[in-house]
């Protein structure tokens, strides 16, 4: 059970690992509590959240969600990529501890782990979800039951894993949901490979959005992702999300209420091209990004049939990759 112990533990620590001389130089905002209302609840008061799930689902006809517009009738039940029809498919839910600290703070961060991808990835560190599972298929009510019952847990943000291919779904169970008195902002978790197209009907809806940055080199995702634009259009969409939110801001607790944060798995032998992902961040995006360079990488799914990445990274190819981000100037980084 969650305690206000707990709660001066996590804001308390917050506070003493940002120094205040950081906030000035970063531009790291704080919002009262009482400046915080999540964005979408704007859109359902003024209907433009409905028209917004009606474009979404007409677009299931030949379904162009994603960047590959596999151009299935997914209301009709045919399957592209993902192996998603109409219904959503929910893997697990429920409070992480686990996430980004902003995100889970005290109370964990409100996951809902959709099954499938849209990316395929030889590596994929949670291939039992996005490859292999089918999951459970819900209906719209019953995932916002989902979020209400993640609210009511005290969860500090609904963080939907894997969205990119449920986005007509996710808008509908949100208005239900919002309906039902939802008001935590919404964290969207994605593999980075979303179309400029859908991040629109998503302006106004996310207040955090949370992409990965897997590469920058097209032969390297075509390779391990099988998805030769990853690069360019991951580096357009993080460029259409921090249009849309901008740096990430915290509240009074340190906890993320709006804005982007990056996420950047290292691999084995320079693959993910971190240098490169940096410098964009730096030059394209904002010095003041909060990123997460990621050190977990371990050798899964079909990782065994490429022995450059059948192994884990060294300690100094991870201390490479951080002293790499300082150098571009890039300070907000995960600890
Ligand atoms: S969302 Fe699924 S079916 Fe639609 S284009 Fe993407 S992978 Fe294909």
């Known amino acids: 059970m969650v305690t206000s112990h707990d709660r001066q533990m996590f804001t308390s620590h917050w506070h003493s690992i940002i120094p205040k001389k950081l906030f000035a130089e970063h531009?790291?905002?704080?919002?009262?509590?009482?400046?915080?209302?999540?964005?979408?609840?704007?859109?359902?008061?003024?209907?433009?959240?409905?028209?917004?799930?009606?474009?979404?689902?007409?677009?299931?006809?030949?379904?162009?969600?994603?960047?590959?517009?596999?151009?299935?009738?997914?209301?009709?039940?045919?399957?592209?990529?993902?192996?998603?029809?109409?219904?959503?498919?929910?893997?697990?839910?429920?409070?992480?501890?686990?996430?980004?600290?902003?995100?889970?703070?005290?109370?964990?961060?409100?996951?809902?782990?959709?099954?499938?991808?849209?990316?395929?990835?030889?590596?994929?560190?949670?291939?039992?979800?996005?490859?292999?599972?089918?999951?459970?298929?819900?209906?719209?009510?019953?995932?916002?039951?989902?979020?209400l019952e993640l609210q009511g847990k005290g969860c500090h943000n609904i963080n939907l894993v894997s969205p990119s291919h449920v986005l007509p779904q996710i808008l509908a169970a949100l208005e239900l949901a919002a309906q039902g008195g939802l008001t935590l902002p919404l964290v969207y978790n994605t593999g980075g490979y979303d179309s400029l197209e859908t991040l629109t009907l998503l302006d106004g809806v996310v207040d955090i959005y949370m992409p990965d940055m897997k590469y920058d080199d097209a032969e390297v995702a075509l390779k391990y992702s099988k998805v030769r634009d990853y690069p360019q259009v991951n580096q357009a969409a993080v460029l259409e999300m921090q249009r849309q939110v901008g740096d990430l801001m915290l509240d009074e607790d340190g906890i993320a209420r709006r804005g982007l944060l990056v996420r950047h798995l290292?691999?084995?032998?320079?693959?993910?091209?971190?240098?490169?992902?940096?410098?964009?961040?730096?030059?394209?995006?904002?010095?003041?990004?909060?990123?997460?360079?990621?050190?977990?990488?371990?050798?899964?799914?079909n990782a065994w049939d490429y022995p450059e990445l059948n192994r884990r990274i060294r300690s100094e190819e991870y201390r490479a990759a951080i002293a790499l981000a300082k150098r571009y100037g890039l300070m907000r980084l995960d600890e």
Not at 100 to 122: D, H, K, M, V, Y
Not at 285 to 290: D, F, L, M, T
Not at 291 to 298: D, H, K
Request: proline share 4%; aromatic share 8%; glycine share 10%.
């Open 27 to 147: 531009s790291i905002i704080l919002l009262k509590r009482t400046e915080m209302h999540a964005s979408y609840l704007s859109l359902l008061a003024s209907g433009e959240l409905a028209i917004r799930i009606q474009a979404a689902y007409a677009r299931l006809e030949s379904c162009d969600i994603c960047p590959l517009r596999c151009g299935v009738n997914r209301l009709q039940g045919d399957l592209g990529v993902c192996k998603t029809g109409v219904l959503a498919q929910v893997s697990s839910y429920g409070p992480h501890p686990g996430e980004e600290r902003p995100l889970s703070g005290w109370r964990g961060s409100g996951t809902i782990f959709f099954a499938r991808c849209n990316l395929r990835c030889a590596y994929c560190q949670n291939a039992d979800i996005s490859q292999l599972s089918s999951g459970q298929e819900v209906s719209p009510a019953e995932l916002a039951g989902l979020m």
């Open 266 to 301: 290292v691999l084995p032998g320079g693959l993910a091209g971190s240098d490169s992902v940096f410098k964009f961040l730096a030059e394209e995006v904002s010095k003041n990004v909060y990123l997460n360079i990621m050190a977990q990488y371990r050798p899964a799914f």
